[in-house]
């Protein structure tokens, strides 16, 4: 167990929808790093937030947002969704500090079928 | 920009024999390289990484990797593979430009130990 909690674990929803997926961190991580993994390719690295503040931008597109709470919990919006956004997302923490070279904890990912 | 490759898609190998996963890196400055590990619908766990000092690291399930500076590798080792090895491996970099931290993976090997 990562530490690292995601929810929910598989949605199925239809195209035109909106979704929203959650993370929270492992305990005293304040970064929170979201990815997409679609079938059979790799990590595209979304957006990732440290202490609340948008820190780097992947390639996110303009229909998907995300934020991360004074709680440090972070949430991914994905709206006017398309088949094409079906995929496994991901949420990983980190300490992240300026020495920090931690490596990032996963969690189980959010599985969302668009129909 | 920093990257990683993974140049195969897939590796075989036979129960018992020795394995390699190959990862070269592009990076600005001193890389700092991770290993990951994706079992069917689960997360990514971290198995080892390289931030400074010995060349060869050791990392979690009898796992090594090998970084040579001179050819910009990371390659994943394993003296002897089990089964159970079988599994989606990635290989990661530590991009940190204007002043933040992204972790960049590489598009992943399927590692295949038969039996």
């Known amino acids: 167990d990562s530490g690292v909690t995601q929810t929910p674990k598989h949605l199925i929803t239809a195209t035109g929808q909106r979704v929203t997926l959650r993370c929270s961190p492992r305990s005293g991580d304040l970064s929170v790093y979201w990815y997409q993994q679609s079938l059979d390719q790799g990590l595209q690295f979304l957006i990732q937030?440290?202490?609340?503040?948008?820190?780097a931008k992947g390639n996110i597109l303009e229909r998907f947002s995300a934020q991360q709470f004074p709680d440090l919990h972070s949430e991914l919006n994905l709206s006017s969704l398309e088949l094409g956004d079906s995929a496994l997302y991901f949420c990983a923490s980190s300490v992240v500090s300026g020495k920090n070279t931690g490596e990032l904890f996963f969690g189980e990912g959010s599985r969302l079928t668009v129909l | 920009a920093q990257s990683v490759a993974q140049p195969e898609d897939q590796v075989n190998v036979a129960e018992g024999n020795p394995l390699t996963v190959k990862c070269t890196y592009s990076?600005?400055?001193?890389?700092?390289l991770f290993w990951y590990v994706q079992y069917p619908n689960r997360g990514l766990q971290f198995l080892l990484k390289y931030i400074t000092g010995d060349n060869l690291v050791k990392g979690s399930y009898g796992f090594e990797a090998e970084f040579n500076k001179s050819q910009t590798s990371f390659h994943l080792k394993k003296p002897s593979a089990l089964v159970s090895d079988s599994a989606l491996y990635f290989c990661a970099v530590r991009d940190r430009t204007s002043g933040t931290y992204k972790y960049i993976f590489g598009t992943g090997t399927r590692l295949k130990v038969l039996a």
């Open positions: 990076v600005s400055g001193n890389p700092y």
């Open positions: 937030y440290y202490n609340g503040e948008e820190r």
